[in-house]
């Protein structure tokens, strides 16, 4: 059996997991198991040093299918953490990262920075609203092979104060070296009279403008599409200073996005997704957008269908590798196979090739959860073709590092984070989107 590139040993670790040797002293050396948001956080962050780039990834370590997994980590004085393959005594070197400075402190209102956010990787993530309303008994139609509903109010608080994650965005830049702070909600009841919609764009409006204000670097956010007549909301968020967009769809098979995630069929449809991705698209540009799904699901072949759909619309493809959550209703479905994972980034990166998608232009920012565009550049030949993507991206970088550095500075915004002239004005008896969240 050959050595595995760093690549090949990240997608082989998130499909077979990960055990843990008593040799190792992970209490001491690594950071908490961050199972929050829709619980990908569960494992062990580590990174796989590599010659092209290093690999960060949170490896499942205890679902069950890990207990099966022929990966060992081990530690010795000699060798530091390394992974050891049983099947052929092949080891691999791997660096725990340290616990931030700063998760054990707290905030000036006395809540532990950890529970307002979390590295994942080297950016910081944050939960910004209240449990997905999926999980309501009412609605009882969260995706299911999610866990937030387990997870939020227990490991993380449900409602963040603005205060609070303007202290743990600056600890995580100043501290960590963060670059990018991404903030993520559930979905938020959206069928409401407009003055009292808790969509997820008004949640994160004043966290937006917040931290682009006080903090500085780049800011994403992830939550549930709006439909064509409410577009304007993202030209909204972006004027307070938002430069990502993502959009979890999950699934390009509309069987699978039916079966799997009932309640984004039911209340957005899978035309929300697209449509707001296609938009947001050609607002920010290029590879500034991208479009989330899950391999290991549904076939292989329509996740090959995504990748080229969300590259041929200038975004570029998060693809979380399948991980049976403990809690998830799909707890029991066995995680997939190496040789289609493979096949699935192989894929992706020559998508990204094909649609000259830019990759890696801000510096720090590896995503643990998924297999990030650029770590597939370990699975194909270093051809010609390769190689002049890489050089484009390096050139790109280049270019880009002025507004790099001026985007990590604060800078003031005009616009409001509670106030716009499309959003109708709310009775006086009613609190305006947002205004709760701006304590
Ligand atoms: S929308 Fe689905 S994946 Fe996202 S938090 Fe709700 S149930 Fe989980």
Redesign the pocket.
């Known amino acids: 059996m050959p050595q595995l590139n760093p690549g090949e040993l990240e997608i082989d670790l998130f499909c077979k997991g990960l055990k843990i040797d008593p040799s190792c002293r992970l209490d001491r050396d690594a950071r908490l198991f961050a199972r929050t948001?829709?619980g990908l956080g569960s494992g062990l962050e580590i990174v796989i040093p590599g010659d092209l780039k290093d690999i960060w990834m949170n490896v499942p370590v205890e679902e069950d299918f890990c207990a099966l997994s022929p990966y060992v980590m081990r530690f010795t004085e000699m060798l530091g953490y390394h992974v050891v393959d049983t099947r052929s005594g092949q080891t691999y070197s791997v660096e725990i990262p340290e616990t931030p400075s700063w998760y054990e402190r707290k905030t000036s209102s006395g809540v532990p920075m950890s529970r307002i956010g979390v590295l994942q990787g080297t950016y910081l993530g944050i939960y910004i609203s209240e449990?997905?309303?999926?999980?309501t008994p009412q609605e009882n139609?969260?995706?299911k092979?999610?866990?937030?509903?387990v997870n939020?109010g227990v490991n993380e608080l449900t409602r963040k104060r603005v205060r609070d994650v303007v202290e743990v965005a600056r600890a995580a830049k100043e501290e960590s070296g963060v670059t990018f702070t991404h903030f993520n909600?559930?979905?938020q009841w959206e069928d409401m009279p407009e003055h009292t919609r808790a969509h997820g764009l008004n949640r994160a409006a004043p966290f937006v403008k917040a931290v682009r204000e006080e903090v500085g670097g780049f800011i994403g956010v992830q939550v549930?599409p709006v439909l064509p007549r409410d577009h304007w909301k993202y030209d909204w968020l972006t004027e307070l200073g938002t430069d990502h967009f993502s959009f979890?769809y999950?699934f390009h098979n509309p069987e699978y996005f039916k079966k799997f995630?009932p309640?984004?069929y039911g209340h957005l449809g899978q035309d929300a997704f697209f449509r707001a991705l296609e938009y947001t698209s050609k607002l920010l540009g290029k590879g500034k957008v991208s479009g989330e799904i899950i391999a290991g699901l549904e076939p292989i072949e329509d996740t090959l269908k995504a990748i080229d759909y969300i590259t041929s619309a200038g975004a570029f493809p998060t693809v979380c590798i399948f991980r049976p959550l403990i809690g998830a209703d799909l707890e029991h479905y066995p995680s997939p196979s190496y040789e289609d994972m493979r096949r699935v980034f192989e894929h992706m990166w020559r998508a990204m090739v094909r649609n000259k998608i830019p990759i890696e232009i801000v510096p720090n920012i590896e995503v643990s959860l998924v297999v990030q565009p650029g770590d597939a550049a370990y699975l194909v030949p270093r051809d010609r073709t390769w190689k002049a993507y890489r050089r484009r991206n390096a050139m790109l970088r280049k270019l880009a590092k002025p507004v790099v550095w001026w985007k990590m500075k604060p800078h003031p915004v005009k616009a409001s984070a509670t106030d716009h002239p499309k959003l109708p004005p709310a009775p006086s008896a009613a609190p305006k989107p947002g205004s709760e969240a701006a304590a």
Do not use: H
């Open positions: 948001r829709a449990a997905c309303m999926f999980w139609a969260n995706c092979f999610c866990t937030s509903g939020v909600a559930g979905y549930a979890c999950e995630c309640g984004k």
